[in-house]
């Protein structure tokens, strides 16, 4: 599951004030090419909406703003295939071993980063990345790297690529992807899908 995030390359975060609002959404995000769609357990009957979602084609699901080990049981009973928390929790990350789930935690410090890394996280969320530039990764990753960063906060379709190209392994991001209509959806994914790749070429 890793991996395939990885070549990917997207991970797009969904927040909305319903869950009858995700569905569509996350459609038009597969549309676009963007297969990993990140649930927020801030989104009312976040749980419900994972389940419901884990049959749309081509639609890998997974819960994020995961804060503790009873959320982690409770959305991969629902279907999630992948565990994302704004910090690391060693409770989640037990859960998530326990049933083979990967737990992608997030880490802001070079001590964050490699502690979680060092507990067995394969892709850590830079979280918040609007806090540094894309060069942060890239002087996280000279002394330290092994470690896997997603950048989350802050990135957009413009800077995605800068991201990619000081050594992030995929970028995570939400309000750039959003709009009204699932046509711009998934135009707006196809350009980052596209920006990913040019900057990994």
Not at 93 to 113: D, M, S
Not at 149 to 160: C, D, Q, R, W, Y
Request: glycine fraction near 8%.
């Amino acid at each position: 599951m890793i991996e395939a995030l990885i070549k990917s390359g997207v991970v797009a975060v969904i927040r909305a004030r319903k869950a009858a609002d995700l569905r569509p959404v996350a459609t038009a995000l597969v549309a676009g090419g963007i297969a990993h769609i990140e649930i927020t357990l801030t989104t009312p009957g976040a749980t419900d909406a994972i389940r419901t979602l884990t049959d749309v084609a081509g639609c890998v699901v997974g819960a994020g703003t995961v804060l503790d080990a009873a959320a982690a049981r409770e959305v991969i009973a629902a279907g999630a295939r992948f565990v994302v928390s704004p910090a690391f929790d060693a409770g989640v990350l037990a859960c998530c071993q326990e049933r083979g789930v990967p737990y992608i935690p997030g880490a802001f410090t070079p001590g964050e980063i490699l502690a979680a890394h060092r507990a067995g996280a394969e892709l850590i969320k830079l979280f918040p990345a609007s806090a540094v530039s894309p060069s942060y990764i890239r002087d996280v990753l000279a002394p330290l790297p092994s470690v896997r960063l997603i950048p989350s906060g802050g990135v957009t379709l413009e800077n995605a690529g800068d991201w990619i190209r000081a050594g992030a392994a995929a970028v995570s991001l939400g309000s750039a992807l959003v709009s009204e209509h699932a046509a711009d959806v998934t135009s707006r994914a196809r350009t980052l899908v596209a920006s990913v790749a040019r900057a990994r070429a």
